[in-house]
């Protein structure tokens, strides 16, 4: 019991962070911006703490089935910490434009952040770095093809069609991924799996491999996602509140979610690119960014419609410059089923512009 707890300190101290925050709600909310921003920014890093568990238990469960349903297990897990935040956030104080912004930051920050940062490093230690290009091409026609219907098209909907087009998109992106998932679980699984050298691991006899539990990962994420989604009730009224007036573009909002949903695959891709294993790379970065569009959009959309108010979720017109450029580098850079440094540099240079042009405003 004592090493349970030991190893679930983070998720511990996430859960009492929730028992205080909702107690000094109305004292964080009262005392000044500067009290409710610090209130914020520490709940941002409980929530962090708890997503950490989230995704580490996420990661053990993709050990024990492996790819690709592990990948898939831990692209779900991360999306779904998403969606959570984001109908807590939109429940509190609706905005308009929170959730294309999330989606878009998160694409952003999977496919030029992680898989720019992953191949770059990787790249830089062990040169170039093979992968299925068969998954490659597969995400990213799909995240083309959903990021099109769901945020680009809606630009030329008439306002009076808002919900029968919203409708639409929702059963379009469950078409998508049940199609998606038929082929990543079924006749086309290798797709997304590379058959590595086998290399001799050298066990080290003080290191003891954590013993996978089902039960109690499986219990720890649910525990993790209720803990997340409690801490996101009080995060959201701190962060806006103690952003109030300072200028800060709207857009830092969708950025902070999208990290921190984002937080825990950064590390886990980190970790396979510096192995030489550049698959599980793409898989986590381009499978999380073709759930977040797919998975999310349908489920803020049925909210949509449910509350009777509408997202603009039509993109701007740089963030769709910044999404099809972001797109076609990825289609060239992940076309010959190997990556290098220097595909990676252009893709963390992609990253970099998205946060210049989203401290300008834009």
Not at 98 to 113: E, F, Q
Request: a negative charge; aromatic letters at 8%; proline letters at 4%.
């Amino acid at each position: 019991m004592g090493s349970i707890l030991k190893q679930e300190k983070f998720l511990l101290l996430a859960i009492l962070a929730t028992f205080v925050a909702y107690p000094f709600e109305h004292w964080f909310l009262n005392n000044g911006q500067g009290i409710a921003l610090t209130a914020g920014i520490a709940l941002v890093a409980f929530i962090v703490c708890a997503s950490m568990r989230v995704a580490h238990h996420a990661e053990l469960l993709a050990e024990k089935v492996g790819d690709p349903y592990g990948t898939m297990i831990l692209t779900l897990s991360a999306v779904l910490v998403e969606v959570v935040i984001l109908a807590i956030m939109m429940s509190n104080e609706p905005s308009p434009t929170l959730v294309r912004d999330t989606i878009y930051s998160a694409v952003m920050l999977d496919i030029n952040g992680i898989l720019g940062l992953a191949a770059l490093m990787g790249g830089l230690k062990h040169g170039e770095q093979s992968y299925n290009d068969d998954s490659a091409r597969t995400y990213s026609v799909m995240i083309l093809t959903a990021m099109g219907v769901s945020m680009v098209v809606p630009e030329f909907i008439p306002e009076g069609d808002w919900k029968l087009y919203s409708a639409f998109t929702i059963g379009a992106m469950i078409v998508l991924y049940t199609l998606f998932l038929r082929m990543q679980v079924g006749p086309h699984s290798y797709f997304f799996s590379y058959s590595y050298p086998e290399k001799k691991k050298r066990k080290d006899p003080a290191v003891e491999e954590e013993p996978v539990n089902l039960t109690r990962s499986i219990g720890t994420l649910f525990v993790g996602i209720v803990v997340i989604g409690a801490l996101a009730e009080v995060m959201s009224k701190t962060v806006d509140l103690g952003l109030e007036g300072t200028g800060a573009p709207p857009v830092m909002t969708a950025i902070l979610v999208a990290a921190i949903s984002a937080a825990p695959e950064i590390l886990t891709a980190l970790r396979a690119a510096l192995a030489n294993r550049m698959q599980s790379v793409v898989n986590i970065a381009l499978g999380a960014s073709l759930s977040t569009v797919i998975l999310t959009v349908p489920v803020m959309e049925a909210m949509a419609l449910y509350t009777g108010q509408p997202f603009q979720m039509a993109m701007t017109p740089v963030q769709t410059v910044m999404i099809f450029i972001t797109l076609l580098v990825s289609a060239i850079n992940l076309n010959d089923g190997e990556t290098n440094a220097i595909e990676g540099m252009t893709h963390f240079v992609l990253f970099a512009t998205f946060i210049m042009l989203s401290l300008l405003g834009l």
